[in-house]
C-alpha cells in the first residue's frame, strides 16, 4: 500500500493553472511549428527570419519543454512521482531554447525589448521542477 498524504488545496490549484500553462505552449509550439508561407509573410521581416532560421534542434527542444511540461502537469494531477522526470526534460527543453535564443540568435537584438516572457517561462520551468520534488517529498505524489 502507498503511502501518501491529501494535498492541500493549492496543490490542485498549482497543478491546474500549470496544465494550463502548458497547453498555451503547446499551443505556442503548434502554431509556430506548422506556420503557413501566408502567415509568415504578414509578420515583419526580423520575425520571419527568425521563424525561417531556426534550427530544428532549437524546435525539438521547445517541442520536448512543452510536451513534456504537459505530460508532467498530467502526471502532477493524477499524482504520479514521475511528473519530477517530465519536468526535469521539459526544463532541459527551455534551458535548450534559451541558449539559442540569447546566446546564439540575439534574441534580444531581434525581438526588442520581449524579454519577459521568456524569462518568465524559465522561471515557470524551474519552479515545477521544484514544486514536483517538493510533492514528492510531502508523499502527496508517489
Same mark, same amino acid.
Given at each position: 500500500m502507498k503511502n501518501t498524504n491529501k494535498p492541500p488545496v493549492w496543490f490542485w490549484v498549482i497543478g491546474i493553472i500549470a496544465l494550463l500553462w502548458n497547453i498555451m505552449g503547446v499551443m505556442a509550439y503548434i502554431g509556430q511549428a506548422f506556420i503557413t508561407n501566408e502567415a509568415l509573410a504578414l509578420l515583419p !521581416? /526580423? !520575425?520571419?527570419?527568425?521563424?525561417? /532560421?531556426?534550427? *530544428?534542434?532549437?524546435?525539438? @527542444?521547445?517541442? *520536448? @519543454?512543452?510536451?513534456s511540461g504537459t505530460l508532467g502537469c498530467i502526471a502532477l494531477l493524477v499524482r504520479r512521482k514521475w511528473a519530477s522526470f517530465l519536468f526535469i526534460a521539459s526544463l532541459l527543453g527551455v534551458l535548450g531554447q534559451a541558449v539559442y535564443n540569447f546566446f546564439i540568435q540575439d534574441y534580444i537584438a531581434l525581438s526588442g525589448s520581449r524579454v519577459i516572457m521568456p524569462c518568465i517561462v524559465i522561471v515557470v520551468a524551474f519552479f515545477l521542477v521544484w514544486f514536483a520534488k517538493k510533492s514528492q517529498s510531502n508523499l502527496w505524489i508517489s
Open positions: !521581416e /526580423n !520575425e520571419q527570419n527568425f521563424y525561417k /532560421n531556426t534550427p *530544428i534542434w532549437v524546435t525539438a @527542444a521547445f517541442a *520536448i @519543454a512543452v510536451f
